[in-house]
């Protein structure tokens, strides 16, 4: 009989997000080896997840002050008031007080009691032996904390996608973001890191803890037989894609610009695909852009399935990664893994340095944030070999087997301290 296991995640299956297609391939290897008792976010996802033999859901605020995602160019117009209280409320220190109290653990455990009662029959009645968590969710180490608590020796493994308190974007909620870092050392007897940045730093914090670097992946299934082809300008158009939404900060700007100059310099039809949302900035970004007389032709595909995503990608001559205009210097976004996997050269819009150290020259070119470097990466990208052989180190099966061996060695050594 297989040993069952609580799995704690923002997103599951089902979702058109990287983070959900993420979780299926996981959980596709996870269920193999245990019983899968799955909680999540139950904004992303509403129904329970078919890998799991029990599912539950944790509740968390909405927030109008979230700019709103769209999936085309067009959005409601709002009134003259809501977008002057909007405009107030996105003072930085407004907008941080609010999300300290939105994301606080206080706020946190009077929305989920229902859950916590739930939580506690299933301890009672289930023989659970390990807790795997999924961060940077803040909400996910408040359900660990509850856990642990009512199972203090019980196994918890904490995989961390990005760092916790991080500065990406105005009014963090830093004081709630640097009470969840200090809980992982608490909580965790064992972290995964998914980049060698975020390795690092939480290495760096926390010298005696039980740490394992394991790499984002891809679905290999999705791309059996991808070889690569160098982008040829001979047929006189270049199709790129932009597999995620653009929020927060993107400079989706500097990017169309940059196309439209590479465009005018090669004398070439370029067209950009989007699947995914967009936020507010990004939507009058290329409402400018679709104004302007260029060789540029912009398709907004707004949100699609996974398998709807991989054709678009397929299709592409390139594609295109765009991070914040103040990134991360830790995390490397998820969409790149498929990128290589599709063996599609990539063009980087980052200044993130493990970002760029993956990306560059070995897989694709990146650039700044400017439209003259931008027109650069692509000219270089034109025509150049690309080396992807290496692919099957980021396969899913790979990641999978790596944070499953991390985890049983991990429970080998909770049941050896348990019987001392």
Known sequence: ?????????????????????????????????????????????????????????YTTADSML????????????????????????????????WRNYKYSKFKFDRM???????????LLETEVKAVFVTVPDVYGLYVLDYIKRKSPH???????????????????PKYVLKQAEQMVPKLADGVIAVSEGIHQHYRIRNPVLEMELVKNGYDEECFEG??????????????????????KGRNVKALIEGLQIFSERKGIDVELHIAGLLDRQAISDMDSAADAESGVTLHIHGSLEHEQAVRLLREADAAVILTHTHGSDYAIP?????????????????EDRELSALVQGRYGECAGHEANGIAQALERLSGATYDFSNRREYSRKFQAERILQFMEQIMLDGRNVKSE
Not at 74 to 92: D, I, Q, V, W
Request: with cysteine.
């Open 334 to 350: 998820g969409k790149t893994f498929e990128y290589i996997g599709a063996c599609k050269p990539i063009l980087a819009v980052t």
């Open 112 to 122: 989920n009691a229902s859950l916590y009662a739930e939580l506690d029959r299933l």
């Open 154 to 172: 019980l196994p918890s493994i904490i995989e961390i996608r990005d760092i916790i308190n991080h500065s990406i974007g105005e009014g963090n």
């Open 66 to 97: 979230t700019q709103p995602m769209r999936g085309g160019r067009t959005h409601e117009k709002s009134g003259a008031f809501r977008r002057y209280a909007e405009n107030m409320l996105r003072k930085k220190w407004i907008l941080s007080a």
């Open 226 to 247: 991808a070889v690569f082809q160098p982008v040829s300008l001979a047929k006189g158009r270049m199709i790129l894609a932009h597999i995620g939404s653009i929020y």
């Open 1 to 57: 009989m297989k040993e069952s296991v609580i799995i704690v995640s923002d997103y599951i299956e089902g979702e058109p997000v990287v983070a959900s297609v993420r979780f299926a391939g996981l959980m596709e290897y996870f269920r193999q080896r245990f019983e899968l008792i799955v909680i999540h976010d139950g904004k992303y996802g509403t129904k329970p997840s078919r890998f799991a033999s029990a599912s539950f859901e």
